[in-house]
């Protein structure tokens, strides 16, 4: 029996948790699809999710199809969600993209696209909605040759499109004779010409290209990234999902067995009324039972899973073992997280960003005695997603968490008074700016007072290129500093940059262990924990740094009457864009737009435009801030700058709100 772990991907809207319940209606694990718009779904079994008819939180359904276990992973279609399908994407062998046939590929899509395009995932593409007034299969189809995959292989075409009554046909079936097929059928044949000789002349020929030539060589292809099926339908009515389950089968390929060491991803956390804390657990490698241990990478010690289950159709079952390739619920471990790395962390892949947070917001209680329980609240979040990356000032009496837009704060409120009963206020969000080394810089530590104790390192820091993040290296032999005192150090720099000279994170920086030494009897791991924030600090502090703001990438859409004033308009923003590319009465505009001007946009150019023009925006990184702009702000807790102040926090002398390295 093969394994199969497949992820569904959409902008939100597309009808990617309709597929998933005709998917799961199809293959025969449920009597009858449940719908979206009643709450009904299997997928969505949050209060929250039922309400407002999107997913929140990624879920994973496990059923028999053919010779295949299928765990099938619904995801959020929120871009503010995306940490979600970070952590999913991880663990799938494949996806389904889901795109809408009215409103085609979408701001998310595209982010969606890059993070599969950088895993190389292998993927089907799936149009819904052809039923729909406004549908246009080949438009689409266009626009994804175009902006996503230049190797796509469309299989099927639309009967009757703009009509509930439509229908899936085959495109290589001889009496298919609609007035697109050719022209769609084309672009799979040229796809595929490529990489197949015997498609390429029978093509070149003009002879009919027969179905077995095209399906023939398509797993591979597929499999090795080289080519993706496209297919289509209407999801709501079954239309197109036999099909798009037979591609699963055919198409996508199976986990990847790995015998030779044990280790995995927990992608999910949630709370079990029986269970407690529950992991939603991918296994890469080896096999584990019930009471087995293992190292928790996070946490640096071994761990026992006390109960081991496997999520079918709303409930859970016991499991004797899981094996190699496989998803199942893992229970006992307290301390779990998502994203956390159970095992041998060299056969788990890295988990790569498609957004990343831009707000960061402080929520008060209503009721001002509440805010020890909505900080216990906000932990127990912050362990299902840790992008929150809840902070509490005790000293300020300030909660605060880090989101990725407005649709969040409004979940995560809703979920506060579902599911803890508690009402919170969120105020005004704050951008989350960042920082980067104004110049090059070198500074010291000595760490050998109180004795015992020895630390001695000299930091030199430097500017590093735009996205490059935190990049570190050692000049410093073993003979100087030992081997496990570096590889601390080494743990301890990402921790040490969370706040730099202006508040904010640093990122985009070289950092280099110069030189240094360590003392036979003195040192001990610790020692090097502690000293390294105080040195790079320093570093920091001579060097300076400059500040980064978040931006949007930024696609308008419109008639060209409104040019004028949707121009002045980003001039006004900050706005750097490229000319305009016009078409008919219409034009579009790409640039990029500081995120701080542009919170809330979307209201803003609907009025400009009378509701007429459109706009896609997602997450573009940081670029630097203009002198004049951003927002500085003080380090919160003991600042490694105030070296006395630090050492006696990390001793246990002072006591402060912030958590040890």
């Given at each position: 029996m093969a394994i199969k772990n497949i992820g569904i991907l959409a902008h939100v809207d597309a009808g990617k948790t309709t597929i998933t319940e005709n998917l799961l209606f199809a293959a025969g694990a449920i009597r009858n699809p449940g719908s979206v718009d009643k709450g009904t779904s299997v997928s969505d079994s949050m209060d929250v999710e039922k309400e407002r008819g999107i997913s929140v939180k990624a879920s994973c359904i496990s059923f028999q199809w053919k010779k295949n276990t299928i765990n099938l992973i619904d995801t959020p279609g929120h871009a503010d969600f995306s940490?979600?399908?970070?952590?999913?994407?991880?663990?799938?062998?494949?996806?389904?993209?889901?795109?809408?046939?009215?409103?085609?590929?979408?701001?998310?899509?595209?982010?969606?696209?890059?993070?599969?395009?950088?895993?190389?995932?292998?993927?089907?593409?799936?149009?819904?909605?052809?039923?729909?007034?406004?549908?246009?299969?080949?438009?689409?189809?266009?626009?994804?040759?175009?902006?996503?995959?230049?190797?796509?292989?469309?299989?099927?075409?639309?009967?009757?499109?703009?009509?509930?009554?439509?229908?899936?046909?085959?495109?290589?079936?001889?009496?298919?004779?609609?007035?697109?097929?050719?022209?769609?059928?084309?672009?799979?044949?040229?796809?595929?010409?490529?990489?197949?000789?015997?498609?390429?002349?029978?093509?070149?020929?003009?002879?009919?290209?027969?179905?077995?030539?095209?399906?023939?060589?398509?797993?591979?292809?597929?499999?090795?990234?080289?080519?993706?099926?496209?297919l289509c339908g209407v999801a709501k009515t079954g239309q197109g999902i036999a099909e798009l389950l037979n591609a699963i089968d055919h198409y996508l390929p199976s986990a990847s067995i790995i015998a030779a060491s044990t280790g995995g991803l927990v992608f999910k956390v949630e709370r079990d009324k029986n269970l407690g804390k529950i992991g939603?657990?991918?296994?890469?490698?080896?096999?584990?039972?019930?009471?087995?241990?293992?190292?928790?990478?996070?946490?640096?010690?071994?761990?026992?899973?006390?109960?081991?289950?496997?999520?079918?159709?709303?409930?859970?079952?016991?499991?004797?073992?899981?094996?190699?390739?496989?998803?199942?619920?893992?229970?006992?471990?307290e301390d779990i997280v998502a994203g956390d790395i159970l095992g041998d962390s060299s056969i788990v892949p890295n988990i790569l960003p498609i957004q990343e947070s831009v707000l960061a917001i402080s929520v008060k209680p209503v009721k001002p005695g509440e805010i020890s329980t909505l900080a216990g609240a906000l932990f127990e979040l912050n362990d299902e997603d840790p992008a929150l990356n809840f902070q509490w000032d005790k000293e300020e009496n300030e909660l605060q968490v880090n989101l990725m837009g407005y649709m969040q704060i409004e979940i995560l409120q809703r979920i506060l008074q579902q599911r803890f009963g508690?009402?919170?206020?969120?105020?005004?969000?704050?951008?989350?700016?960042?920082?980067?080394?104004?110049?090059?810089?070198?500074?010291?530590?000595?760490?050998?007072?109180?004795?015992?104790?020895?630390?001695?390192?000299?930091?030199g820091i430097e500017p590093g290129p735009p996205g490059s993040g935190i990049v570190y290296s050692s000049r410093v032999s073993v003979n100087d500093i030992q081997r496990k005192y570096q590889n601390e150090v080494e743990k301890t720099i990402p921790k040490g940059l969370l706040q730099g000279i202006k508040g904010w994170a640093v990122t985009d920086i070289k950092i280099s262990l110069l030189s240094g030494e360590d003392h036979e009897i003195h040192s001990r791991p610790g020692d090097f924990i502690l000293a390294a924030p105080m040195g790079i600090m320093a570093a920091l502090k001579k060097a300076g740094t400059k500040l980064l703001e978040p931006v949007y990438l930024f696609e308008i859409f419109s008639p060209e009457e409104y040019l004028g004033i949707i121009v002045s308009d980003l001039t006004k923003m900050r706005a750097i864009h490229e000319s305009p590319v016009f078409e008919g009465d219409n034009f579009s505009l790409k640039g990029q737009v500081p995120v701080a001007e542009?919170?809330?946009?979307?209201?803003?150019?609907?009025?400009?435009?009378?509701?007429?023009?459109?706009?896609?925006?997602?997450?573009?990184?940081?670029?630097?801030?203009?002198?004049?702009?951003?927002?500085?702000?003080?380090?919160?807790?003991?600042?490694?700058?105030?070296?006395?102040?630090?050492?006696?926090?990390?001793?246990?002398?002072?006591?402060?709100?912030?958590?040890?390295?």
């Open positions: 940490s979600e399908v970070e952590r999913s994407l991880a663990v799938t062998d494949a996806v389904i993209l889901t795109i809408s046939a009215v409103e085609g590929v979408q701001a998310h899509t595209l982010s969606l696209w890059n993070v599969i395009e950088k895993y190389k995932k292998p993927c089907l593409i799936f149009i819904n909605k052809t039923d729909r007034e406004g549908s246009d299969l080949v438009r689409v189809i266009h626009q994804v040759k175009r902006e996503l995959f230049h190797h796509i292989v469309p299989l099927y075409a639309v009967e009757n499109e703009n009509d509930p009554a439509c229908s899936v046909v085959d495109l290589f079936d001889k009496n298919v004779s609609m007035p697109d097929a050719n022209f769609i059928r084309d672009i799979a044949i040229e796809s595929l010409a490529e990489y197949d000789e015997s498609v390429l002349s029978y093509f070149v020929e003009g002879q009919h290209v027969v179905k077995t030539m095209i399906t023939s060589g398509l797993c591979a292809l597929t499999s090795s990234f080289k080519v993706i099926p496209v939603y657990f991918r296994l890469f490698g080896g096999r584990i039972k019930a009471k087995d241990q293992l190292f928790h990478f996070r946490l640096k010690k071994e761990v026992k899973i006390a109960q081991l289950k496997k999520r079918s159709i709303n409930k859970l079952e016991d499991k004797q073992e899981l094996t190699s390739g496989d998803v199942g619920v893992i229970s006992g471990i508690l009402d919170a206020i969120f105020e005004e969000p704050l951008v989350i700016y960042k920082e980067t080394p104004a110049a090059s810089g070198e500074a010291t530590v000595n760490y050998t007072m109180p004795k015992p104790c020895w630390a001695v390192m000299t930091f542009a919170m809330k946009y979307q209201i803003r150019l609907s009025s400009l435009s009378g509701g007429k023009a459109k706009l896609r925006l997602r997450f573009g990184g940081y670029i630097e801030c203009p002198d004049g702009y951003g927002k500085e702000r003080p380090y919160k807790g003991v600042n490694p700058l105030n070296q006395s102040q630090w050492i006696l926090h990390h001793r246990g002398a002072y006591k402060a709100n912030e958590r040890r390295f």
